[in-house]
């Protein structure tokens, strides 16, 4: 075992651990098999198979002589950072356990895996009345949980906890508050400017896919991945599964047309992955192995994929991969120049999907699901107004007007898992990606300097080894600012990067 564990309780605890991570580990695994390559009748005996493995990991940290363990060693003294949040997490997990009766888990459990079928078939036949009745059980189960783990002021806060340790409902309040007028400001000035355009051509241009892997593949070459340690497949919803700083992977998807998508998702999930790549390997198969908060794991995507990814300089390396996806690309350069790929690739237009959102619309899509999901908990809204409500608010903030429920209230899958409480997290942590910047142009110089070219690239691929990702989940989001930044979380930054950008 690492040397950064020395308290025998510790240690001892870590040992009777790793039984849990090694089904943690191949559960994850078994997912990454299940959205990649498992054949897909699979699907239902996997569901099975996972679930038990589920209950198998409950039962093994509950029992008695682990659960005492971790309690013996809450009274010891002296022990280290990395110590105290090993015991910190298990705590919160315990604690979860405790609170959580296993028939109120077993049924979230069963209603939630029900509610996924429902939900894409109301989905794909646009009825949200379809939905309507698990939803409702979903809300009811998701009040009793906030319930059973207890709040101060908002049943809100205790979800809100689960998902971002330390944060609650007034922080985010205050966090929406403090964004609400000044992107505002940004989009109105924005679209009114000359320029704007709101659509562009290249977003229903087909390509090459064969063309499309080279370029991601030169994507990862440039942000200096190691094949040894990341692989990259293709997967309907992207997503990064990280299993040890050893072993981590990402996806991303080839749709027919508009390359930017598959480009960013490339972007956005190497960020994920150099987070766990880059975690101290001494915590491996510990519990603060890989990333410590949503909000910061999203600070990382969202730093790689808008503020590297979506710049001109960035994508000046890229130009040669640009030309080579189809004889339509290549004349459209040869005409526009990398102008008009870099206008592409941060087209604003306020629309009716959230995946789809801009760097600017993105947070109103945000900023209504909290709205929504507040009045879920507290109760004062209907399952059946939930369409209207929905619509109502896109059309205050974004002033448009799904056509339908499956790109309205519909459109996102959290709800069926019974994740209610973490919208809020991608919406932080792409503001909290500004304040990587700012450090890192502070310690190491100018910005469009460092990302065009490999040297400068692998600088910031060690600040933020070195101040983010060695300590593994050590610290909450909230001490890790503190402890590396010696500063509060401050949207201005990202502000300041945006007003910069959408002049
Ligand atoms: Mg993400």
């Known amino acids: 075992m690492s040397k950064v564990f020395t308290n025998p309780k510790v240690k001892e605890i870590l040992d009777k651990y790793k039984t ?57 003294a002296n022990l280290n950072d990395q110590e105290k949040s090993v015991l910190r997490l298990l705590n919160r997990s315990l604690d979860y356990y405790e609170k959580l009766p296993a028939e109120f888990l077993e049924e979230m459990s069963k209603v ?31 009040k009793r949980k906030a319930d059973y783990l207890g709040y101060e002021n908002h049943p809100y806060d205790a979800l809100i906890d689960l998902y971002e340790e330390g944060w609650t409902t007034n922080d985010v309040e205050s966090y929406f508050d403090s964004i609400r007028e000044p992107l505002k400001e940004i989009l109105d000035k924005h679209m009114k400017s000359d320029e704007y355009v709101g659509t562009h051509k290249l977003e229903s241009e087909p390509y090459s896919k064969e063309k499309m892997e080279e370029f991601n593949q030169k994507v990862l070459e440039l942000v200096q991945y190691d094949p040894k340690r990341m692989r990259l497949d293709i997967s309907s919803h992207p997503f990064t599964i990280d299993l040890d700083p050893t072993d981590v992977r990402i996806t991303t998807r080839y749709p027919d047309n508009n390359f ?10 190497f960020g994920h992955a150099l987070y766990a790549l880059q975690s101290s390997e001494d915590f491996s198969m510990t519990p603060i192995s890989g990333g410590t908060s ?26 040669d991969k640009v030309v080579a996806l189809s004889p339509e690309i290549k004349t459209y350069v040869e005409e526009q120049g990398l102008e008009g790929i870099h206008n592409y690739l941060n087209i604003v237009s306020p629309g009716f999907i959230r995946v789809e959102a801009d760097e600017l619309t993105y947070h109103f899509h945000i900023m209504l699901r909290f709205e929504i999901e507040k009045k879920m908990v507290e109760g004062s809204v209907k399952v059946s107004e939930l369409p209207d409500l929905w619509n109502q608010y896109m059309k205050e903030y974004l002033g448009v007007t799904p056509p339908n429920d499956t790109k309205g209230v519909l459109q996102d899958v959290h709800w069926c898992h019974g994740s209610i409480g973490y919208f809020p997290t991608y919406s932080i942590g792409t503001f909290l990606s500004g304040m990587w910047q700012t450090a890192i142009q502070e310690e190491l110089g100018n910005f469009d300097d460092l990302i065009s070219n490999a040297e400068g690239i692998k600088k ?44």
Not at 465 to 487: A, C, I, W
């Open 20 to 76: 849990l991570w090694s089904l943690y580990y191949l559960s994850g695994l078994s997912h990454w098999d299940l959205e990649t390559y498992m054949p897909e009748d699979g699907a239902k005996v996997r569901g099975e198979a996972l679930a038990k493995v589920s209950s198998l990991s409950q039962e093994i940290f509950l029992d008695k002589k682990f659960t005492q363990l971790i309690k013996d060693a809450n009274k010891e």
């Open 112 to 142: 939630t895996s029900e509610a996924n079928v429902i939900w894409r078939n109301a989905k794909e036949n646009n009825s949200f009345k379809e939905f309507e009745e698990i939803l409702g059980k979903i809300i009811d189960l998701t």
């Open 460 to 503: 910031i691929k060690n600040w933020l080894k070195e101040n983010v990702h060695q300590y593994g989940s050590t610290y909450t989001m909230k001490d890790l600012l503190k402890k590396v930044l010696d500063r509060e979380f401050d949207v201005e930054d990202n502000l300041e990067y945006l007003r910069g950008k959408f002049k």
């Open 260 to 269: 930017a998508s598959s480009y960013a998702s490339v972007v956005h999930e």
């Open 294 to 319: 949503l909000v910061i794991h999203e600070s990382q995507s969202r730093f790689w994929e808008n503020i590297v990814g979506r710049s001109k300089v960035f994508l000046s390396q890229l130009e």
